[in-house]
């Protein structure tokens, strides 16, 4: 299943801003081929719809730990660990804002 | 071109927005402010006790001083337990108490000495209260992999603090 997503904040800047538009793919992968690294929207129970990078994966406990790349954001130490059945899927295709800055 | 396709279409569909969360909660926690008002509350009680002191005693302007002094003290002292109830509710979650299961005592004992601040001027209760607020500050950092170093702060009443070695 393919997903179109929109990004709001700054903490995967400067790889991702506001405004970039993200495609996201569940059928792409098998859960054993998420790697460190892999930028995945998920649900979490207090936020919502989060767009974050993969820190690290616990494949016992079917969990993984998320990042953002901005010094100020939020991770995992915060959002606790997030279930893979929370997972939306993983980016496939990034369209960035034809208007940025940089 | 692609970007254009696909901003027309949001602006029919409304895709969801995934949130690369910055900004609230904004992540930005630091012990820093609890620090500086813990130190205020012992600068109140070092200028209530050189006022007692003093040969203004018993003036108008004594009492109008006096009473500054204190309520400072009892806002300063309001403001750290505050800082330490943000830090603590917000951003302490169960994997830091895991590694650092003290931290609920030493929270508890900040919520306390703040009062014992409060109700008395004994520098001890005082000293005490920026001596488990420093604890924290070194916990907090090191939550975070960052490096702390003592210094004096460079102020009175000039007690040795914990700060992030950056």
């Known amino acids: ?102 | 071109m692609f970007y254009k396709f696909f901003q027309s279409v949001d602006k029919y569909l409304s895709f969801p927005e995934a949130k690369a969360h910055c900004d609230i909660p904004c992540g930005i926690y630091d012990p820093a402010p609890a620090q500086i008002a813990a130190l205020t509350v012992v600068r109140m009680m070092d200028l209530m006790t050189a006022l007692e002191q003093g040969e203004e005693k018993g003036r108008l302007e004594y009492h109008n001083t006096l009473t500054r002094y204190i309520a400072v003290k009892e806002e300063h002292a309001e403001k750290a337990k505050h800082e330490i109830r943000v830090i603590w509710g917000d951003y302490i979650k169960d994997t830091h108490l895991e590694k650092h299961p003290d931290l609920t005592m030493l929270v508890h004992q900040i919520m306390q000495l703040g009062s014992n601040c409060k109700q008395t001027i004994n520098r001890e209760h005082g000293l005490a209260f920026v001596d488990a607020i420093n604890q924290f500050a070194e916990i907090f950092w090191l939550t975070k992999n960052v490096k702390t170093k003592k210094a004096k702060a460079p102020y009175a009443p000039g007690l040795e603090m914990f700060y992030p070695d950056l």
């Not at chain 1, 790697?35 to 767009?51: A, E, Q, T, W, Y």
């Open chain 1, 1 to 102: 299943m393919i997903r179109i997503i929109k990004v709001t904040g700054e903490s995967l800047s400067p790889l991702f801003l506001p405004g970039d538009y993200v495609i996201i793919g569940k059928c792409s992968y098998l859960f054993g081929a998420l790697n460190k690294g892999d930028i995945v929207v998920f649900s979490h129970p207090s936020f919502g719809l989060m767009i974050k990078e993969i820190d690290s994966i616990d494949s016992m406990l079917q969990q993984i730990h998320v990042k953002g790349s901005h010094p100020l954001s939020v991770d995992s130490s915060q959002l606790g660990p997030i279930a893979t059945t929370d997972i939306l899927g993983k980016v496939v295709w990034h369209i960035k804002n034809p208007m940025r800055a940089n």
